[in-house]
């Protein structure tokens, strides 16, 4: 069974950090291209971060970028998502996604998806 699993969110104060991982695990990811979307209710999934099976190009939305650092082990099968600098705004349920010959930000482009994380920053 293919699954990806997230851990590392919870409570933080505004200006705070948090880091997510998210283990995969029935296949190997090392050539897929990784994402991070996040959630609130009665928005759309947005698009947070994604990085390419060789880590070499990171992309960000603006409004994370200079804050939230996407990094990968392939040899983990992992993903990381590292968040500097929180904002009460960052609140939302984090998902890590998986896509297969793709790369970019279009979440319905992405194959496989985690359970999801919430994150929560108290102003």
């Known amino acids: 069974q293919v699954q990806l699993v997230e851990s590392g969110g919870g409570l933080v104060q505004a200006g705070g950090s948090l880091r997510l991982s998210c283990a995969g695990s029935?296949?190997?990811?090392?050539?897929?291209?990784m994402g991070w979307f996040r959630h609130t209710p009665g928005k759309s999934r947005e698009f947070v971060a994604a990085?390419?099976?060789?880590?070499?190009?990171?992309s960000y939305s603006s409004s994370v970028k200079g804050r939230f650092t996407i990094s990968r082990d392939n040899a983990k099968n992992t993903v990381y998502l590292q968040m500097n600098s929180l904002k009460p705004e960052d609140t939302a349920v984090y998902y890590c996604?998986?896509?297969?010959?793709?790369?970019?930000?279009?979440?319905?482009?992405?194959?496989?998806w985690g359970q999801g994380t919430q994150v929560t920053v108290s102003p």
């Open positions: 996604a998986a896509a297969r010959g793709y790369y970019g930000d279009s979440a319905s482009e992405y194959d496989y």
């Open positions: 029935g296949r190997t990811f090392s050539n897929d291209a």
């Open positions: 990085i390419e099976w060789r880590a070499a190009i990171p």
